[in-house]
C-alpha cells in the first residue's frame, strides 16, 4: 500500500488551462503539505494543514488553491497556469507540526506539472 | 528566519572515497536538522535526524551549534550512495514546515 499517493504523476497542460493534482494518506498523519520543486532541484514549502486547518500559506500566487475536505486528502487547484508553473509538486505528511518532534515527513512520488 | 544552505550543487567523489556534504543553517533558537535522500527514481526519504544520533547506510552527521553545521559524512563511498541529497530545518518558532537546502547531487564514480 502506498503511504502517499498523488495523482496524475505527469500532467502536461497549456498556459491559461485549470488543473488540480490530487493527493491522499493513509498513513493516519494529521499534517499534510504541498512542497514544489523547480528545476533547480530546489525544494520549496508552498502549503500545510493540520487536521484540515490550514497553518502554512507561504509567498504563492492566488492562482494556487489548496483544499482539504478531510485530514487524510490534500489537493492542489491550479488557475490560469503560467510557464513559470512548470515543477515537480511534492505532496508530504507527517505526525504533528513541525518543530512539535513530531516532524519525520513521508513524502508522495511527485507530480510533474508542464505547462506549454 | 529559517534558512538551510548547501553550497555544493554537485559532489563527484570515486568508490571508496571519503564524503562530506556540507550544510549551514540559519536559526535564532535550538533547530531540528535533517538529511533526506532521493535516490534515482524513488521518492523523497529521511536518511536520518540530529536528534537520534545514528548512523543510517554509513552516513553519520553531528550538529555543531557554534558553527551553525550539520555536515553528512561517509568514510567510504558506495556507488549505491549515488543521489541527491537535502539538509531540512525545523525549527520550533516561526515557520512551522521544513525548510529544505537546494540539494547536492552526489556522484559516486566506480
Known amino acids: 500500500d502506498t503511504a502517499v499517493s498523488q495523482t496524475p504523476k505527469y500532467l502536461v497542460t497549456q498556459m491559461g488551462n485549470d488543473k488540480s493534482i490530487k493527493c491522499e494518506q493513509n498513513l493516519g498523519h494529521d499534517t499534510m503539505y504541498w512542497y514544489k520543486q523547480d528545476s533547480k532541484k530546489f525544494l520549496k514549502i508552498m502549503f500545510s494543514y493540520n487536521n484540515k486547518e490550514l497553518i502554512i500559506n507561504e509567498t504563492v500566487p492566488n492562482r494556487f488553491s489548496p483544499k482539504s475536505p478531510d485530514k487524510a486528502h490534500l489537493n492542489l487547484h491550479i488557475n490560469s497556469l503560467e510557464l513559470g508553473d512548470s515543477a515537480v509538486y511534492f505532496c508530504?505528511?507527517?505526525?504533528?507540526?513541525?518543530?512539535?518532534?513530531?516532524?519525520?515527513?513521508?513524502f508522495g512520488a511527485g507530480s510533474r506539472l508542464t505547462v506549454l | 528566519a529559517q534558512r538551510v544552505t548547501q553550497p555544493e550543487k554537485l559532489l563527484s567523489v570515486f568508490k571508496g572515497a571519503p564524503v562530506e556534504l556540507k550544510c549551514n543553517y540559519s536559526?535564532?533558537?535550538?533547530?531540528?536538522l535533517f538529511w533526506y535522500v532521493q535516490y534515482s527514481r524513488q521518492r523523497l526519504q529521511l536518511l536520518l535526524r540530529h536528534i537520534s544520533r545514528e548512523s543510517i547506510k554509513g552516513f553519520t552527521a553531528d550538529l555543531n551549534k557554534g558553527e551553525t553545521s550539520f555536515h553528512l559524512k561517509k568514510p567510504f563511498a558506495q556507488e549505491e550512495d549515488s543521489a541527491m541529497y537535502y539538509c531540512?530545518?525545523?525549527?520550533?518558532?516561526?515557520?512551522?514546515?521544513?525548510?529544505f537546502g537546494s540539494g547536492t547531487r552526489l556522484q559516486v564514480q566506480p
Open positions: 536559526y535564532s533558537g535550538s533547530p531540528e
Open positions: 531540512a530545518l525545523s525549527g520550533y518558532t516561526g515557520r512551522r514546515a521544513l525548510t
Open positions: 508530504a505528511s507527517s505526525h504533528g507540526v513541525a518543530g512539535s518532534g513530531a516532524n519525520v515527513l513521508t
